[in-house]
Every structure is written in structure tokens, then in C-alpha cells.
């Protein structure tokens, strides 16, 4: 990395874009089916905050969240 770039925060995202947009392919999925947030999350295994800041991009998902969510929805 180059001296004059400051490097991520710890946890930051590498690609901000990334999480944004598998936030909203999440939301527009759980629209398409009718499914609330509330019955997302749980069945998914997340709390619905979390689950809201995913939809926000403002958290990635982890691996398990995904295959939770392809489950789920």
C-alpha cells in the first residue's frame, strides 16, 4: 500500500460498492417474495438489525449469512 494512503479501519469493507449492492439484491428479494424483515432474520438466524444493516451496506454478510439467506428466501 502506498505511504500517502492511509490504510482501512480494521473491519472497514474493501469495496464499500460491494456490500451495497448484495444489500440490495437482498431487500429487492425479500420484497419479490412478500417476506417481512422480522421473518427474514429469523429465519435466517440473524437478529433483524442486522439484517437491516446488511439491506443498508453498511455490514457484509458473512459466508453463513448467505447460504442462510439462499435458504431462507
Do not use: C, W
Amino acid at each position: 500500500m502506498p505511504a500517502n494512503r492511509p490504510s482501512p479501519a480494521k473491519g472497514a469493507p474493501a469495496d464499500p460498492s460491494v456490500e451495497a449492492s448484495v444489500g440490495r439484491q437482498v431487500r429487492f428479494l425479500r420484497h419479490q417474495l412478500g417476506v417481512t424483515a422480522r421473518n427474514l432474520a429469523e429465519r435466517a438466524g440473524l437478529s433483524v438489525s442486522a439484517l437491516s444493516k446488511i439491506e443498508k451496506g453498511r455490514i457484509s454478510p458473512y459466508l453463513s449469512a448467505s447460504k442462510a439467506f439462499e435458504k431462507a428466501l
